[in-house]
């Protein structure tokens, strides 16, 4: 049922918006500089198909910052109305820090690390991020594939080996885990 919604009527409304002049000049800035772009004049809907249409159009990966975390969720619910949700990705930042360091839910967290893993990949997608988001520090792209851990069924995994690496990931060996960025063997 899902995919149907995706199909049909909504594609042929983007191909139209993507066809017009407007949005054809903006793609093709989009495409020469490859640099940060504004849209304004535009508003709700509009924008989103005009963006969804540039999404198909470049087969790219397409970052839009927006205000705060609440226009985030608008047009992440918008995008996931039109695209499939393997395609629109959200990077959730409160605007005020210490609100981030004191209730960042680890739904919030997942979101991060899936947008992150998203980027590391060569699909195409649109990543949703509140502005305070673009200020946040990020490892490199060599860091954060180094860190990840993979393990397999069955697989076995030294103990002490394991300790040392989340050590050096940042994490702290505890007793009993009490909050987020502890561990306990």
Not at 88 to 106: G, I, Q, R, Y
Not at 119 to 147: C, D, F, S
């Amino acid at each position: 049922m899902e995919n149907s919604r995706k199909e049909g009527p909504c594609l042929n409304i983007i191909e139209r918006i993507s066809q017009t002049e407007i949005a054809k000049s903006w793609r093709s800035q989009l495409m020469t500089t490859g640099t940060r772009q504004l849209i304004t004049g535009l508003s709700g809907s509009a924008k989103t198909l005009l963006m969804a249409g540039a999404l198909q159009k470049t087969h790219q990966k397409i970052v839009i910052a927006v205000p705060n975390l609440y226009y985030a969720n608008q047009l992440v619910d918008d995008f996931l109305n039109i695209l499939p949700s393997e395609q629109v990705h959200l990077f959730p930042v409160d605007e005020v820090l210490s609100a981030e360091m004191a209730f960042s839910s680890p739904e919030a967290r997942a979101d991060r690390v899936s947008a992150l893993n998203f980027l590391m990949t060569a699909n195409a997608g649109i990543v949703v991020v509140p502005v305070a988001g673009l200020r946040k520090y990020l490892p490199t792209k060599e860091t954060w594939q180094n860190a990840q851990l993979h393990w397999e069924i069955g697989t076995e995994v030294e103990p002490e080996i394991l300790a040392q690496r989340l050590v050096l990931m940042g994490y702290e060996r505890q007793s009993m885990v009490g909050k987020p960025g502890e561990f306990s063997i």
